[in-house]
Nanobody, 117 residues
Framework: QVQLVESGGGLVQPGGSLRLSCAAS????????MGWYRQAPGKERELVAT???????SYADSVKGRFTISRDNAKNTVSLQMHSLKPEDTAVYYC???????????WGQGTQVTVSS
């Protein structure tokens, strides 16, 4: 059973920075894909960024150039460095892990990011 523990998040002013981290356990091997999704009030959950164990990345257009995803394959950890935060980045951010290409997704408990002056 894969378990995810998230850290980071909080309240930041527009233009500020935050870093989210997620540690995944339970696999015993480098997970295929790890990443972050977010869900704002009244909106559907959306992809923010993902990264495969081979290093391929995918970003939402709205965060390109501002957010950077990174991971440690040996430790199965993934981080999201967020810069130039905007009020529209306010959401609950969820860590996501897909252990194998055809496996189910696993989700963290979510961490709140609020961008407000």
């Amino acid at each position: 059973q894969v378990q995810l523990v998230e850290s980071g998040g909080g309240l930041v002013q527009p233009g500020g920075s935050l870093r989210l981290s997620c540690a995944a356990s339970g696999g015993g091997f480098s997970f295929y894909a790890m990443g972050w999704y977010r869900q704002a009030p009244g909106k559907e959950r959306e992809l923010v960024a993902t990264m495969t164990s081979g290093g391929s990345t995918s970003y939402a257009d709205s965060v390109k150039g501002r957010f950077t995803i990174s991971r440690d394959n040996a430790k199965n950890t993934v981080s999201l460095q967020m810069h130039s935060l905007k009020p529209e980045d306010t959401a609950v951010y969820y860590c996501n892990v897909k252990p194998l290409p055809l496996a189910r997704n696993y989700w963290g408990q979510g961490t709140q990011v609020t961008v407000s002056s």
